[in-house]
């Protein structure tokens, strides 16, 4: 009997490169308050957690004004920066073969459900998973921890047969949270160091390290004892 049967997939940095869509749009709603970027790797560190909470915290927003810089970031990413984005090359390829084998999938995002949905329908990436879930426009439903139980309690998944994989310590953090494995993926942003010191059970430094590392999993009893020879 697998171990492993519900792969829960970050979003951002994970299936797709938002880089150019997210910068811009978080550059559009800085300039409203007449901060100005030398360039827009200096916004990389937006890609992944809440919105609002990266305005407060790596800004120095208040609320108040973290509140209209979300706001201010959805004028422009709804009509051009949900769209620049791309779909990381072999995503496709490991989701067919996730399918493939019977894995069920699912999407646990921080971004809003409705931008997710669009942008998984837009790349033909939607077939491939049962439920797609982010947060919701007023706000709530923003930290990856309860995003992760959402989908479990939603789709009545057991936290010891889901595997979370996502590239920044939120993802991490919240899978623990959940009691979820998880994987903690290079190929996005966030560095080795962070996912590892967020206690990440696996690293994936390439798309294709997914797909073995699950077989790995699959290969050891519940007690942890492998069955390779």
């Known amino acids: 009997m697998n171990r492993l049967k519900h792969l829960l997939f970050d979003l951002d940095g994970t299936l797709t490169d938002p880089k150019e869509g997210i910068t811009k749009s978080v550059e559009y709603a800085l300039n409203k308050f007449g901060v100005q970027i030398e360039h827009l790797d200096l916004l990389i560190p937006y890609i992944g957690p809440p919105l609002y909470d990266s305005f407060i915290q790596l800004s120095a927003f208040s609320e108040a004004n973290a509140l209209q810089a979300v706001a201010y970031y959805r004028e422009r990413y709804r009509e051009l920066g949900m769209f620049e984005n791309k779909v990381i090359e072999g995503i496709p390829q490991l989701l067919e073969d996730l399918q493939r084998k019977g894995y069920l999938m699912y999407v646990a995002t921080s971004k809003p459900t409705v931008f997710a949905e669009q942008i998984m329908k ?66 996005g942003y966030g560095s080795k160091m962070e996912l590892n010191n967020a206690g990440a059970d696996h690293i994936a430094d390439q798309v294709e390290d997914i797909g073995v590392i699950i077989s790995q999993i699959q290969s050891q009893d519940p007690l942890g004892r492998s069955f390779l020879v």
Do not use: W
């Open 122 to 187: 837009h790349y033909n990436l939607d077939s491939y998973f049962q439920h797609i879930a982010g947060s919701n426009l007023d706000g709530t439903r923003s930290k990856k921890q309860e995003v992760i139980q959402y989908v479990l309690t939603h789709n009545n998944i057991p936290s010891e047969q889901s595997l979370m994989i996502g590239d920044r310590e939120h993802d991490i953090i919240g899978a623990k949270a959940c009691g979820v494995e998880s994987i903690g993926v290079t190929f």
